[in-house]
């Protein structure tokens, strides 16, 4: 039986959410219709009634647990085990139960019932219904199962198409709420001589408290070979500082198309930055991933993007950034770690823009991992870039400009309650470059909640 590539976010934890009728009438069609010596060798006790909680069921698991050397060969009684194990949590080994069962007797009629429905619940959606419509077209199914398979399938399908909402406040501390240098004074070069210049006001480094208003709407659908999302996403931050105040509004769209050995990813983008009352730029991005699928360890994958930016107020500015690089991507339940080296070239497209074109690299690392009753995650990047051309003739002596960047990000989240998590974040960026006027450093810690609906 052929796994499909799993769609929907895997749980580790599964109660039984089933009709208990669906597990009774089940065990029944397993009885008369399986072909199985475990009646005769008498390797198991069938109870006769099943239970109908979790806790039941998990008593039943246990109980079954010293028969499974003595009914190696009964595919009635890894029906049994793997029900139970699905209704009292452990999703992973009611899979394999099920599929033992179904290896000894693949007309094992409650075994399929049961091994659909873990296969739903563990994120193998499109492999549920397809067993599923395999029940229904059985001529041998008794008709007072119809009904309930039926109305399974309909909520399964439907579950393929969905919408999510979510959204969060933050509140916390902000070292450079503006982004601007922390240098005091700047060395301008003249024909008369150097000249220093304080920078102060709005030109250098502003701290301060703020509070975060994120909201994002995100619709879903899903096809055996194919997932596509669109989002919708609003972020407002308020500070003591009102000139640092700002509004972000973004749409993206993003296709996921699953083939045989390999993933391609195809995602396009707008974000629009209102910062200070005034429309401060709009940049749009499209990007292509191709990713090669293996069933365990990491995946290698090669990407590409392709960004524009258009400032609203300086249109000497304007400039598209073309993004290629390679990654390795490892995942396993709720750990995740990425790793992606890319080449960056900024393309000016106004001549008179300070520095002309760019070239540089960058490297990202993603880590993920749960810690204690949450989910840990952080990210380290690293950016170097170089201007082609000299930046000012009055700054170094129009020296070509160089930066070096750093930004490491951690955050810790909690689920307080079904939909409700706490999350606490620290970040810090730095900075580097032979012109004064580009050193910056800040550092930001917040705290906050999010909703999810």
């Known amino acids: 039986m052929t796994k499909k590539e799993p769609m929907?976010?895997?749980?580790?934890?599964?109660?039984?959410?089933?009709?208990?009728?669906?597990?009774?009438?089940?065990?029944?069609?397993?009885?008369?219709?399986?072909?199985?010596?475990?009646?005769a060798e008498e390797c198991f006790t069938v109870p006769e009634v099943l239970p109908s909680t979790p806790a039941g069921w998990l008593d039943l698991q246990q109980s079954l647990e010293k028969d499974t050397t003595h009914c190696l060969r009964s595919s009635v009684f890894f029906?049994?085990?793997?029900a139970s194990q699905l209704n009292s949590g452990q999703l992973q080994g009611a899979i394999e139960s099920l599929e033992r069962a179904l290896l000894l007797n693949e007309n094992n009629g409650a075994a399929l019932i049961d091994y659909s429905s873990a296969l739903y619940h563990s994120g193998q959606i499109f492999s549920a219904i397809d067993l599923n419509d395999q029940l229904l077209a059985r001529p041998e199914l008794p008709a007072h199962l119809l009904p309930m398979l039926e109305n399974r399938a309909q909520r399964w399908r439907e579950s393929t198409t969905r919408s999510q909402q979510d959204i969060s406040f933050q509140t916390g501390y902000d070292s450079n709420l503006n982004g601007a240098t922390y240098v005091k004074n700047l060395t301008l070069n003249s024909p008369g001589g150097d000249i220093?210049?304080?920078?102060?006001?709005?030109?250098?480094?502003?701290?301060?408290?703020y509070v975060n208003f994120r909201a994002n709407q995100q619709y879903i659908q899903q096809s055996a070979f194919q997932e596509k999302r669109f989002n919708l996403g609003t972020n407002i931050r308020l500070s003591e500082k009102s000139d640092t105040n700002y509004?972000?509004?973004?749409?993206?769209?993003?296709?996921?198309?699953?083939l045989e050995k390999s993933h391609w990813y195809w995602e396009g983008s707008i974000n629009y930055l209102h910062y200070d009352d005034e429309s401060l730029s709009l940049i749009t991005s499209a990007s292509s991933k191709y990713q090669w699928h293996t069933q365990e360890g990491c995946q290698p994958y090669t990407q590409m993007s392709l960004d524009y930016l258009a400032p609203l107020q300086q249109d000497t500015l304007k400039s598209t950034t073309l993004f290629s690089g390679v990654g390795l991507n490892c995942q396993?339940?709720?750990?995740?770690?990425?790793?992606?080296?890319?080449?960056?070239?900024?393309?000016?497209?106004?001549?008179?823009?300070?520095?002309?074109?760019q070239r540089g690299w960058r490297i990202n690392l993603q880590w993920q991992k749960p810690l204690y009753n949450g989910l840990f995650s952080s990210n380290l990047r690293h950016i170097r870039?170089?201007?082609?051309?000299?930046?000012?003739?009055?700054l170094e002596n129009g020296a070509v400009r160089r930066q070096r960047r750093t930004d490491l990000s951690m955050e810790y989240s909690q689920e307080l309650s079904p939909g409700n998590q706490f999350n606490v974040s620290l970040s810090t960026q730095q900075q580097s470059s032979n012109i004064d006027l580009f050193k910056q450093r800040s550092t930001r810690f917040g705290i906050g909640f999010r909703k999810l609906f």
Do not use: V
């Open 196 to 209: 220093d210049l304080p920078i102060s006001g709005s030109d250098r480094e502003s701290s301060g408290r």
């Open 79 to 82: 029906a049994l085990y793997g």
């Open 247 to 258: 509004l972000q509004l973004s749409a993206r769209y993003r296709e996921k198309n699953i």
């Open 332 to 357: 396993n339940s709720s750990r995740m770690f990425d790793a992606k080296l890319e080449h960056i070239f900024n393309y000016a497209l106004d001549e008179e823009r300070p520095g002309g074109n």
């Open 8 to 39: 929907l976010h895997r749980s580790n934890y599964y109660k039984g959410e089933e009709n208990n009728l669906i597990k009774t009438a089940g065990l029944c069609l397993c009885i008369f219709l399986s072909i199985d010596n475990a009646w």
């Open 385 to 394: 870039l170089k201007d082609s051309s000299g930046y000012s003739s009055l």
